[in-house]
Nanobody
Framework: QLQLVESGGGLVQAGDSLRLACAAS????????IGWFRQAPGKEREFVAA????????DFADSVKGRFTISRDNAKNTVYLQMNGLEPDDTAVYYC???????????????????WGQGTQVTVSS
């Protein structure tokens, strides 16, 4: 069964950058689209970004478009989320998840992702 582990979170100041990593084991990582989601205290989980299995297609929430990029290295079983220009509203626990089915089917719905990591905290101070 596919297992995912996030890393790279931390406490930064507004305007700083962080790169999150999502490392996979135990499954055919290269076959899965991977998404990043986040959940802030008192708020619902929200979609952040996603990348198709081959890294060609990507998608971003409007709130992070132009600031975040997503990439993957299938040889290393890892997906990266590069976050630039961080803002206090980016503060949340960030989760990576592996999607079942087609990349194009309900990409932004967490219900389409059966495999989840434990999350990594990102805190942005103003």
């Amino acid at each position: 069964q596919l297992q995912l582990v996030e890393s790279g979170g931390g406490l930064v100041q507004a305007g700083d950058s962080l790169r999150l990593a999502c490392a996979a084991s135990g499954g055919a990582f290269g076959m899965y689209p991977i998404g990043w989601f986040r959940q802030a205290p008192g708020k619902e989980r929200e979609f952040v970004a996603a990348i198709n299995f081959d890294g060609v297609n990507t998608d971003f929430a409007d709130s992070v478009k132009g600031r975040f990029t997503i990439s993957r290295d299938n040889a290393k079983n890892t997906v990266y989320l590069q976050m630039n220009g961080l803002e206090p509203d980016d503060t949340a626990v960030y989760y990576c998840a592996a999607k079942s089915g087609s990349y194009y089917n309900n990409l932004r719905s967490g219900r389409q992702y059966p495999y989840w990591g434990q999350g990594t905290q990102v805190t942005v101070s103003s």
